[in-house]
């Protein structure tokens, strides 16, 4: 059994979503006992983040067709009427040394009839290895806030491009990996004004392990059109202290120089322990 110590300081700070909860929970276990886990799913993801599965070259999926699909729904009615819907879906298809994925996310939410989200996201990515060290990728992505209504708000932002990738160092202990490509980048506000302009796209995958226990990761993407510049920066390092403690301390930059304060930050620690 793991208990994720970083619920105790996220449950803190959701007290408010607990007790309304537990407000059709009597005891209270069920409640919490879902609002741990739901904490213990966003820790483990961050710990895996450092983690890349092309990291040492063409990886070894299943042949032909597989994925995953998820649903879930909740509706309320009563001294409240609300509902949540939320769906998500990974396809992959791999032929030899062509792999391509497609991944759709859905999330949506109302309120006494009134929307509180229409998220979409979806993103296309396919990979061809020429070899070990040089491949070639196609990427689509879009993401859309159906409820964006003000110039401020990007109702659609997507971009599709293409390129090659190449493998500057392939070790055990040290993997970096970076590739660059064009393409067409789609921008449109809350009020319907759009814009549509050539762009440019660079990334790199960095990791470097100081030891069996002890990794770090910088995963850095660039994307750069006519009209704005916008950097996205992951940078991590992973400790395992003992099989039963482990953490992650992450540091997340996203610049963008179109916004009147380009840069947001965030500092994440997670923290896991099992007895």
């Known amino acids: 059994m793991k208990i994720t110590i970083a619920a105790i300081v996220l449950g803190l700070a959701s007290a408010g979503s607990i007790a309304q909860a537990q407000s059709n929970d009597i005891t209270g276990v069920n409640a919490l006992n879902d609002r741990i886990d739901d904490i213990q799913t966003a820790v483990a993801k961050d710990m895996a983040r450092g983690q890349d599965a092309n990291r040492f070259g063409n990886p070894d999926f299943h042949p032909g067709l597989s994925g995953s699909a998820s649903l879930g729904y909740s509706g309320q009615t009563g001294n409240s009427r609300s509902q949540e819907f939320t769906g998500g879906a990974r396809l992959r298809y791999a032929s030899g040394q062509f792999v391509q994925t497609i991944g759709l996310a859905l999330d949506y939410a109302d309120a006494a009839g009134t929307k509180t989200k229409q998220d979409v996201f979806a993103v296309y990515d396919a990979n061809y290895y020429f070899n070990d060290k040089v491949y070639g990728f196609i990427l689509g992505r879009v993401e859309t806030d159906g409820l964006a209504t003000t110039v ?38 809350g009020t319907g004004a759009s814009n549509s302009e050539l762009g440019y796209i660079v990334s790199s995958r960095l990791f470097y392990a100081f030891n069996p226990n ?35 301390i992450s540091y997340l930059t996203a610049y963008n120089d179109s916004r009147a304060i380009r840069a947001d930050n965030k500092l994440g620690v997670s923290l896991v322990l099992g007895f």
């Open 152 to 189: 401020d708000d990007i109702k659609t932002d997507a971009f599709v491009g293409f390129g090659p990738g190449y493998r500057i160092i392939n070790t055990e202990q040290i993997t970096w990996r970076v590739q660059a490509g064009i393409g067409q980048s789609y921008l449109k506000d």
């Open 214 to 248: 002890i990794f770090a990761s910088n995963d850095t993407d660039v994307l750069k059109t006519n009209s704005s510049l916008r950097i996205n920066n992951d940078l991590g390092v992973n400790f395992k202290v003992s099989d039963a403690l482990s953490t992650r």
